[in-house]
């Protein structure tokens, strides 16, 4: 599996995520390619992100770094923070990132602006 990433390590780590729990590559919705982060695909790629709409949350496009698995985006957003295949842990804080890369419902509460 080809993974697009700056500095990118063997457990698809790259220049600007790079936690021991930094572990996974996110296929994008708009190039279809694996990159290690959406910053890799800022600076790499000549297009704009797209994020993945919820009716296809059941495409495989998720790369677990630890194992080489690639989960579906439903597989990664409903798991304990962890690998369904290998029980690496991934990191939570990946939660707050999860609107640059999918769609995902707006968050119920007082707005902030
Ligand atoms: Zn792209
Ligand atoms: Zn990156
Ligand atoms: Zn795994």
């Not at 599996?1 to 698809?12: E, H």
């Not at 790629?45 to 790369?63: G, Y």
């Not at 989960?71 to 939570?92: A, G, K, M, S």
């Not at 890369?101 to 707005?111: A, C, K, L, S």
Request: aromatic fraction near 10%; glycine fraction near 6%.
């Amino acid at each position: 599996m080809k993974v697009r990433g700056i500095n990118l390590d063997s457990q698809m780590r790259c220049a600007h995520y790079h936690g021991a729990s930094d572990i996974v590559a996110i296929k994008m919705k708009c190039c279809g390619l694996y990159y290690a982060c959406k910053d890799c695909h800022a600076e790499l790629a000549d297009h704009e992100i797209e994020v993945w709409p919820e009716s296809q949350w059941n495409q495989q496009a998720i790369l677990c770094g630890a194992c080489k698995t690639e989960l579906t985006i439903q597989q990664y957003v409903q798991d304990e923070w962890c690998c369904p295949v290998c029980h690496e842990r991934f990191n939570p804080g990946c939660r707050n990132h999860y609107h640059f890369y999918f769609e995902v419902p707006p968050v119920i509460g007082p707005r902030s602006d």
